[in-house]
Structures are given as structure tokens and as C-alpha cells.
């Protein structure tokens, strides 16, 4: 686990591909265990801990989750993402390379729990939620591309299924039409930038995680950086920083 940022009131740390966030029937232990162990070890806390779960990531997907260590800053954060006021930006590796390389994908999404899969529709269905966002490419690569996705809404899957719907499955996603699963069994779809207000102190925190590292990431992260379609990671942000 890497923090990439932690304060009294909240913890923002950088997921793994195949780490839960919270538990479930697998038995796994999920992350928030393991930070609100890391929080009881590293203060010396003893009892219970508090660390409250603000939102959550797919166990295949990589990149920033945020934790609240105090119950204000998680009633606070729980409406800030309500709200729409905390920004997310993701990063997916794609096959399939979009045209438009920029545009908006606004249907409706169905969630069906027996097969645990999502589809999407561009009109309405019984059961159907309204799903909005918006990509653009920033690095084209021999075989793979790299889109920068901003949600609008955040239902199940969403990025998942709805880059499918336009021919740009995500790699490793066998589930939404990808042709093969990456090695470590998870997709090239990272939460990559968090940005909001401080729900305590004000400070405009913004956070960027580093790729995974592998070889493809680094190769399409350098080539969308060269044409200035994207930053790096600015280390001041990361000032806080701890891994264990």
C-alpha cells in the first residue's frame, strides 16, 4: 500500500490492481483493514481505529482512493461526492482507438447482479440509470491507446462498459470485449488525479498517482507527456507520502 497523502482528517493512498477496498465474500482482507492498521501502528493508537470508506474502486482497477480517518471528514466527503464536488480523472490503456479522439457518451446503464455486469444503452430501459462522461485520447501507441476519462456519474463498470460500447475495450477487461487478460489479472484502468477541497481545512488538495509500473504505461504516460496532452506527477503533492 502507498500513501500518497495523509493529514488528520483524511488518507489518500494509491490502490493495487487486485486489492478490495472493502470486504467481500471472498474473505480477502480488504484495504481500509489494512490502512486502519497502518494508522494504528504508525500513531500508536490503542482500541478500535476509525477509517471510513468515502468511495471505492473496482478490485481490476489501480489508482487514488481516499479514506477519512475522522467522522466529520467522512459526513463531509460522503456529500462532497454526492454532490459532484470532488473531481476524479481516470486513465484506461484501450485497444481500440476512438473517433472522435474527444467526446461526450451519455446513455443509461444496467446494472444485472447474477452475471455482475453492466450495459449500457442509448435510450432508456426499465431499471436503466442515467451515465455521462467524457474521454480524449492523449497517447497513441502501436497496438494500445491511452484515453483520459472524466466521469459525470459513477455508475457500476462504467468506463468499463461504456469505452466498450465504442469499440475501445479496455486491455485485460475479457469482460466488457477485450481479447486477452493482462498477466496480473486486473485491467489498465487507473483512478489517476483527485481533486477537491479539503472537508476540514479548506486546502485545495490535488493528487496524481504514478503509472503502474510496466512498460506500456511508461511508453504511452512519455508520449502523451511530450505532446503536452498531460502532466506527470508533481512530487510536492506528495510531500506526506509513506508506503508500507
Same mark, same amino acid.
Given at each position: 500500500m502507498?500513501? /500518497?497523502?495523509?493529514?488528520?482528517?483524511?488518507?489518500?493512498?494509491?490502490k493495487?490492481?487486485?486489492?478490495?477496498v472493502?470486504?467481500?465474500?471472498?474473505?480477502?482482507?480488504?484495504? /481500509?483493514?489494512?490502512?486502519?492498521?497502518?494508522i494504528?501502528?504508525?500513531?500508536?493508537?490503542?482500541?478500535?481505529?476509525?477509517?471510513?470508506?468515502v468511495?471505492?474502486?473496482?478490485?481490476?482497477?489501480?489508482?487514488?482512493?481516499?479514506?477519512?480517518?475522522?467522522?466529520?471528514?467522512?459526513?463531509?466527503?460522503?456529500?462532497m461526492f454526492?454532490?459532484g464536488?470532488?473531481?476524479?480523472?481516470?486513465?484506461?490503456?484501450?485497444?481500440g482507438?476512438?473517433?472522435?479522439?474527444?467526446?461526450?457518451?451519455?446513455?443509461?446503464?444496467?446494472?444485472?447482479?447474477?452475471n455482475?455486469?453492466?450495459?449500457?444503452?442509448?435510450?432508456?430501459?426499465?431499471?436503466?440509470?442515467?451515465?455521462?462522461?467524457?474521454?480524449?485520447?492523449?497517447?497513441?501507441g502501436?497496438?494500445?491507446?491511452l484515453?483520459e476519462?472524466?466521469?459525470?456519474?459513477?455508475?457500476?463498470?462504467?468506463?468499463?462498459?461504456?469505452?466498450?460500447?465504442i469499440?475501445? *475495450?479496455?486491455?485485460?477487461?475479457?469482460?466488457?470485449?477485450?481479447?486477452?487478460?493482462?498477466?496480473?489479472?486486473?485491467?489498465?484502468?487507473?483512478?489517476?488525479?483527485?481533486?477537491?477541497?479539503? *472537508?476540514?481545512?479548506?486546502?485545495?488538495?490535488?493528487?496524481?498517482?504514478?503509472? *503502474?509500473?510496466?512498460?506500456?504505461?511508461?511508453?504511452?504516460?512519455?508520449?502523451?507527456?511530450?505532446?503536452?496532452?498531460?502532466?506527470?506527477?508533481?512530487?510536492?503533492s506528495h510531500?506526506?507520502?509513506?508506503?508500507?
Amino acid at each position: 500500500m502507498q500513501v /500518497v497523502y495523509e493529514d488528520n482528517h483524511i488518507i489518500i493512498v494509491n490502490k493495487a490492481v487486485g486489492e478490495i477496498v472493502q470486504g467481500d465474500k471472498t474473505g480477502d482482507t480488504p484495504l /481500509v483493514e489494512i490502512v486502519r492498521q497502518y494508522i494504528k501502528e504508525k500513531y500508536a493508537k490503542p482500541g478500535n481505529v476509525f477509517c471510513g470508506v468515502v468511495h471505492r474502486l473496482d478490485r481490476p482497477v489501480s489508482g487514488l482512493v481516499v479514506f477519512a480517518k475522522t467522522s466529520k471528514a467522512l459526513t463531509r466527503l460522503n456529500e462532497m461526492f454526492r454532490t459532484g464536488k470532488v473531481k476524479k480523472t481516470y486513465w484506461a490503456v484501450t485497444r481500440g482507438c476512438p473517433d472522435p479522439a474527444e467526446a461526450r457518451i451519455e446513455g443509461y446503464i444496467t446494472s444485472v447482479e447474477r452475471n455482475n455486469k453492466s450495459y449500457f444503452s442509448k435510450a432508456p430501459a426499465e431499471g436503466a440509470k442515467q451515465a455521462a462522461l467524457s474521454y480524449r485520447l492523449i497517447a497513441k501507441g502501436l497496438n494500445y491507446n491511452l484515453l483520459e476519462v472524466n466521469l459525470e456519474t459513477g455508475r457500476k463498470h462504467q468506463i468499463r462498459v461504456q469505452l466498450s460500447s465504442i469499440g475501445c *475495450p479496455i486491455k485485460g477487461d475479457l469482460k466488457y470485449g477485450d481479447k486477452r487478460s493482462n498477466p496480473d489479472g486486473g485491467i489498465s484502468l487507473m483512478a489517476r488525479r483527485i481533486q477537491f477541497t479539503h *472537508p476540514v481545512s479548506g486546502k485545495e488538495i490535488d493528487l496524481t498517482a504514478p503509472v *503502474p509500473d510496466e512498460r506500456l504505461w511508461h511508453e504511452l504516460e512519455q508520449t502523451a507527456v511530450s505532446s503536452g496532452q498531460a502532466r506527470t506527477p508533481d512530487a510536492r503533492s506528495h510531500s506526506d507520502s509513506a508506503s508500507c
